[in-house]
Structures are given as structure tokens and as C-alpha cells.
């Protein structure tokens, strides 16, 4: 008797009470505010998580979880989203150590975002990337980007 409590009415009475809070939350306000938005803005609530997956992975992880969170993010967004594709250019070029990877990974923010093309530009959209870096690589200007620093000379 014990076990059919156990196995059989416990699990109809669970679904039970989840239907019946179910029916609840339909009315709830919440519910109804979620109703009313428009279907861009549920969209847009929709890439939330995504969007602060990204971030959390950009601020605290290592290389290798920017690189996936790079390809992750890039598949996600469509052509369209110019700006947010830019965003994550930059954010894998910080972390590239090679000065002509990087400059390659910038030229594609660039292609994606005409706002970030100018130096000054791209300065204050790499600054803002770094501002919620913690962890190196990708916490500290380029080189070619801070002011006053010589070019480097390069080999014909």
C-alpha cells in the first residue's frame, strides 16, 4: 500500500497542485504583461539569457570559452544585427594575442558596424569591452590603439 501511495497518487497529486498553480498564473499579472508585449519585444526578451550567458562568459572566462561563446553568439545573430555582431568582434579580438589577428577581428567589427570604424571609435568600443573584463587576456588596451605609442616598423 505504501508503495502505490509512494509511485502512483504522490506523482498524480504533484500534477495535480502544478495544473492547478498553472491555472492560477494564467491570470496572474505577469502573465498578462507578457501577453500585451509585441512580438519584437518578446524576442528581444527571448535573447536575454543568451545575451547574459555572453556577458557572463566575456567578464570571468578563459580563451577557449570566449572563442565558443564567439561562435555561439555569431550563429545566433543574423547579418542584420550589425552593432551586437560588432560587440563580439571586438570581444574576440581583445582576446587574440596575435597583433595581425587582431587587427583582422577589428577590420570585421568594422565590416559589421560602421560606427566602430574610426580609431576613436574603435578605441571607445574596445574600452567599453574592457571595462567589464576581469580576467586576462583581453583586460588591457592593444597597443596600436593607445595614444602616443610609435608604430611598429615592419619588415618589407
Not at 26 to 32: E, I, K, Y
Request: charged share 20%; with cysteine; proline share 8%.
Amino acid at each position: 500500500m505504501q508503495r502505490l501511495v509512494k509511485w502512483a497518487l504522490a506523482p498524480l497529486a504533484i500534477a495535480g497542485v502544478a495544473a492547478g498553480l498553472g491555472q492560477l498564473s494564467r491570470r496572474s499579472p505577469f502573465a498578462s504583461s507578457l501577453a500585451a508585449l509585441s512580438p519584437a519585444e518578446r524576442s528581444a526578451l527571448e535573447t536575454a539569457l543568451p545575451f547574459s550567458m555572453a556577458n557572463a562568459s566575456w567578464a570571468l572566462g578563459d580563451v577557449s570559452a570566449v572563442r565558443n561563446m564567439m561562435r555561439t553568439e555569431l550563429d545566433r545573430l543574423p547579418e542584420s544585427e550589425g552593432p551586437a555582431r560588432s560587440r563580439v568582434f571586438v570581444r574576440f579580438g581583445l582576446v587574440d594575442t596575435n597583433p595581425d589577428g587582431q587587427a583582422a577581428v577589428f577590420f570585421q567589427a568594422c565590416a559589421s558596424d560602421p560606427n566602430v570604424c574610426s580609431r576613436e571609435q574603435l578605441k571607445a568600443a574596445i574600452e567599453r569591452e574592457i571595462a567589464v573584463r576581469f580576467v586576462a587576456p583581453g583586460n588591457q588596451l592593444p597597443l596600436y590603439v593607445i595614444d602616443g605609442h610609435p608604430r611598429v616598423q615592419t619588415s618589407p
